[in-house]
Protein backbone atom coordinates (compact mmCIF):
# COMPACT_ATOMS: atom_id res chain seq x y z
CA UNK A 1 0.00 0.00 0.00
CA UNK A 2 1.65 2.93 -1.52
CA UNK A 3 -0.79 5.96 -0.41
CA UNK A 4 -0.13 8.64 -2.21
CA UNK A 5 2.55 8.91 -5.09
CA UNK A 6 3.89 11.47 -6.96
CA UNK A 7 6.14 12.01 -10.02
CA UNK A 8 9.00 13.80 -10.40
CA UNK A 9 10.02 14.39 -7.55
CA UNK A 10 12.41 17.41 -8.81
CA UNK A 11 12.30 19.56 -11.60
CA UNK A 12 13.75 22.10 -13.67
CA UNK A 13 11.72 24.16 -16.24
CA UNK A 14 12.89 27.37 -18.73
CA UNK A 15 10.16 30.16 -18.43
CA UNK A 16 7.70 29.16 -21.37
CA UNK A 17 7.96 25.27 -21.08
CA UNK A 18 5.43 22.70 -20.37
CA UNK A 19 5.06 19.82 -18.06
CA UNK A 20 2.59 17.61 -16.20
CA UNK A 21 2.74 16.76 -12.18
CA UNK A 22 1.70 13.13 -11.80
CA UNK A 23 -0.40 11.88 -8.72
CA UNK A 24 -1.92 8.88 -7.82
CA UNK A 25 -3.45 6.85 -4.48
CA UNK A 26 -4.04 3.74 -4.00
CA UNK A 27 -6.65 3.99 -0.64
CA UNK A 28 -9.79 4.55 -3.26
CA UNK A 29 -10.28 7.81 -1.88
CA UNK A 30 -12.93 10.25 -3.94
CA UNK A 31 -11.28 13.13 -3.09
CA UNK A 32 -8.11 14.60 -4.36
CA UNK A 33 -6.01 17.98 -3.91
CA UNK A 34 -3.23 19.54 -5.57
CA UNK A 35 -1.31 22.42 -3.04
CA UNK A 36 1.52 24.48 -3.68
CA UNK A 37 3.97 25.39 -0.80
CA UNK A 38 5.65 28.88 -0.85
CA UNK A 39 8.37 29.97 1.96
CA UNK A 40 6.21 31.83 4.67
CA UNK A 41 2.86 30.78 2.88
CA UNK A 42 1.81 27.41 4.07
CA UNK A 43 -0.18 25.51 1.76
CA UNK A 44 -2.54 26.92 -0.76
CA UNK A 45 -5.02 25.05 -2.60
CA UNK A 46 -4.85 25.08 -6.36
CA UNK A 47 -7.53 22.90 -7.61
CA UNK A 48 -9.15 19.54 -5.86
CA UNK A 49 -11.60 16.84 -7.74
CA UNK A 50 -14.73 15.73 -5.14
CA UNK A 51 -15.69 13.13 -6.92
CA UNK A 52 -14.11 11.16 -10.44
CA UNK A 53 -14.97 13.45 -13.50
CA UNK A 54 -15.36 16.33 -11.35
CA UNK A 55 -12.82 19.23 -10.53
CA UNK A 56 -12.65 22.74 -9.18
CA UNK A 57 -10.78 25.77 -8.53
CA UNK A 58 -8.92 25.92 -4.92
CA UNK A 59 -7.05 29.65 -4.03
CA UNK A 60 -4.71 30.27 -6.38
CA UNK A 61 -6.04 28.30 -9.64
CA UNK A 62 -4.73 30.67 -12.49
CA UNK A 63 -1.90 29.25 -14.99
CA UNK A 64 -2.64 25.63 -13.98
CA UNK A 65 -5.11 23.08 -15.26
CA UNK A 66 -5.89 19.47 -14.21
CA UNK A 67 -7.05 16.33 -15.39
CA UNK A 68 -8.76 13.62 -12.88
CA UNK A 69 -7.92 10.80 -15.10
CA UNK A 70 -9.84 8.14 -13.25
CA UNK A 71 -10.42 7.60 -9.54
CA UNK A 72 -6.48 6.92 -8.56
CA UNK A 73 -5.13 9.86 -11.04
CA UNK A 74 -5.09 13.33 -10.93
CA UNK A 75 -2.57 15.05 -12.71
CA UNK A 76 -1.71 19.12 -12.68
CA UNK A 77 -0.18 20.85 -15.85
CA UNK A 78 1.43 24.24 -16.33
CA UNK A 79 1.18 25.10 -19.97
CA UNK A 80 3.26 27.79 -19.68
CA UNK A 81 5.86 27.71 -16.63
CA UNK A 82 7.17 31.38 -15.25
CA UNK A 83 9.22 31.78 -12.69
CA UNK A 84 6.11 32.45 -10.36
CA UNK A 85 5.36 28.80 -10.33
CA UNK A 86 8.99 28.31 -8.42
CA UNK A 87 7.50 26.25 -5.50
CA UNK A 88 6.70 22.81 -4.01
CA UNK A 89 3.28 20.69 -4.96
CA UNK A 90 1.89 18.42 -2.68
CA UNK A 91 -0.83 16.29 -4.30
CA UNK A 92 -3.34 14.93 -1.44
CA UNK A 93 -6.37 12.64 -1.25
CA UNK A 94 -9.09 12.07 1.72
CA UNK A 95 -11.65 9.23 2.85
CA UNK A 96 -15.09 10.07 3.17
CA UNK A 97 -15.71 10.15 6.55
CA UNK A 98 -16.49 12.63 8.67
CA UNK A 99 -13.06 14.45 8.70
CA UNK A 100 -12.32 14.06 5.29
CA UNK A 101 -8.77 13.29 6.39
CA UNK A 102 -6.29 14.04 3.86
CA UNK A 103 -3.35 11.96 3.31
CA UNK A 104 -0.24 13.86 1.11
CA UNK A 105 2.10 12.16 -1.29
CA UNK A 106 5.79 13.40 -0.76
CA UNK A 107 5.71 16.35 -3.25
CA UNK A 108 7.59 17.78 -6.31
CA UNK A 109 10.17 21.09 -5.94
CA UNK A 110 9.75 22.76 -9.13
CA UNK A 111 11.95 25.31 -10.40
CA UNK A 112 11.22 27.84 -13.06
CA UNK A 113 14.32 29.39 -14.32
CA UNK B 1 -11.91 32.32 2.34
CA UNK B 2 -11.47 31.22 5.71
CA UNK B 3 -7.76 32.53 7.68
CA UNK B 4 -5.80 30.84 9.63
CA UNK B 5 -2.97 32.21 11.79
CA UNK B 6 0.04 31.29 13.48
CA UNK B 7 1.65 34.00 15.22
CA UNK B 8 5.03 31.98 16.01
CA UNK B 9 7.11 31.57 13.11
CA UNK B 10 9.77 29.52 15.21
CA UNK B 11 9.55 27.79 18.34
CA UNK B 12 12.44 26.31 20.10
CA UNK B 13 11.82 23.27 23.46
CA UNK B 14 14.73 21.80 25.40
CA UNK B 15 14.23 17.56 24.68
CA UNK B 16 11.75 16.29 27.70
CA UNK B 17 9.98 19.84 28.50
CA UNK B 18 6.52 20.93 27.13
CA UNK B 19 5.83 23.36 24.43
CA UNK B 20 2.70 25.01 23.34
CA UNK B 21 2.37 26.20 19.34
CA UNK B 22 -0.29 28.80 18.85
CA UNK B 23 -3.09 28.61 16.48
CA UNK B 24 -6.32 31.23 16.18
CA UNK B 25 -8.96 30.86 13.37
CA UNK B 26 -11.61 33.21 11.90
CA UNK B 27 -15.07 31.73 10.62
CA UNK B 28 -18.56 32.44 11.08
CA UNK B 29 -19.68 28.88 11.22
CA UNK B 30 -20.35 26.41 13.70
CA UNK B 31 -19.65 23.26 11.88
CA UNK B 32 -16.02 22.55 10.94
CA UNK B 33 -12.79 20.70 11.66
CA UNK B 34 -9.02 21.06 13.06
CA UNK B 35 -6.00 19.58 12.14
CA UNK B 36 -2.00 19.90 13.37
CA UNK B 37 0.06 18.58 10.60
CA UNK B 38 3.68 17.90 10.94
CA UNK B 39 6.11 18.42 8.34
CA UNK B 40 9.91 17.08 9.27
CA UNK B 41 12.59 17.71 6.62
CA UNK B 42 11.46 15.09 4.44
CA UNK B 43 8.71 17.45 3.24
CA UNK B 44 6.38 14.33 3.89
CA UNK B 45 3.07 16.14 5.63
CA UNK B 46 2.03 14.37 8.61
CA UNK B 47 -1.38 14.45 10.44
CA UNK B 48 -0.68 15.03 14.52
CA UNK B 49 -4.37 15.22 15.88
CA UNK B 50 -7.41 16.68 14.91
CA UNK B 51 -10.77 18.11 16.36
CA UNK B 52 -14.24 18.42 15.79
CA UNK B 53 -15.67 21.94 16.87
CA UNK B 54 -18.94 20.44 18.31
CA UNK B 55 -16.54 18.36 20.51
CA UNK B 56 -16.02 20.16 23.76
CA UNK B 57 -13.41 17.35 24.76
CA UNK B 58 -9.82 18.33 23.23
CA UNK B 59 -8.30 15.81 21.30
CA UNK B 60 -5.48 13.86 22.70
CA UNK B 61 -2.85 11.72 20.86
CA UNK B 62 -0.08 10.12 22.97
CA UNK B 63 2.56 13.13 23.57
CA UNK B 64 0.18 15.27 21.82
CA UNK B 65 -3.06 17.33 22.92
CA UNK B 66 -4.78 20.70 22.01
CA UNK B 67 -6.22 23.21 23.56
CA UNK B 68 -9.43 24.05 21.46
CA UNK B 69 -11.23 27.34 23.17
CA UNK B 70 -14.00 27.55 20.38
CA UNK B 71 -15.21 30.78 21.61
CA UNK B 72 -11.84 32.48 21.50
CA UNK B 73 -11.50 30.47 17.80
CA UNK B 74 -7.77 28.88 19.47
CA UNK B 75 -6.26 25.51 18.60
CA UNK B 76 -3.24 25.39 20.30
CA UNK B 77 -0.99 21.85 19.95
CA UNK B 78 0.88 20.99 23.17
CA UNK B 79 3.71 18.52 23.01
CA UNK B 80 5.24 16.90 26.05
CA UNK B 81 8.10 15.09 26.72
CA UNK B 82 9.56 16.89 23.49
CA UNK B 83 11.50 14.63 21.72
CA UNK B 84 14.31 15.07 18.95
CA UNK B 85 12.36 13.79 16.28
CA UNK B 86 9.62 16.02 16.91
CA UNK B 87 11.44 18.74 15.32
CA UNK B 88 9.16 20.10 12.44
CA UNK B 89 7.44 22.45 10.42
CA UNK B 90 4.08 22.51 12.52
CA UNK B 91 0.63 23.20 10.18
CA UNK B 92 -2.74 24.61 12.08
CA UNK B 93 -5.10 23.65 9.39
CA UNK B 94 -9.06 24.27 9.36
CA UNK B 95 -11.88 22.69 7.02
CA UNK B 96 -15.25 24.03 6.89
CA UNK B 97 -18.09 21.19 7.62
CA UNK B 98 -19.29 22.04 4.34
CA UNK B 99 -16.18 21.62 2.28
CA UNK B 100 -13.64 19.03 1.53
CA UNK B 101 -10.98 21.55 1.04
CA UNK B 102 -8.03 22.75 3.89
CA UNK B 103 -6.90 25.93 5.12
CA UNK B 104 -3.60 26.16 6.20
CA UNK B 105 -1.79 28.62 8.33
CA UNK B 106 1.69 29.68 7.47
CA UNK B 107 3.84 27.39 10.12
CA UNK B 108 5.56 26.68 13.09
CA UNK B 109 9.56 25.72 12.68
CA UNK B 110 10.10 23.75 16.20
CA UNK B 111 13.62 23.03 17.01
CA UNK B 112 14.46 20.43 19.69
CA UNK B 113 17.32 21.58 22.29
CA UNK B 114 19.29 17.91 23.20
Known amino acids: NAGVTQTPKFQVLKTGQSMTLQCAQD?????MYWYRQDPGMGLRLIYY???????DKGEVPNGYNVSRLNKREFSLRLESAAPSQTSVYFCASSDGGAFYEQFFGPGTRLTVL | AQTVTQSQPEMSVQEAETVTLSCTYDTSESDYYLFWYKQPPSRQMILVIR??????QNATENRFSVNFQKAAKSFSLKISDSQLGDAAMYFC???????????FGTGTRLTVIP
Open chain 2, 93 to 103: AYRSGGANNLF
Open chain 1, 49 to 55: SASEGTT
Open chain 2, 51 to 56: QEAYKQ
Open chain 1, 27 to 31: MNHNS
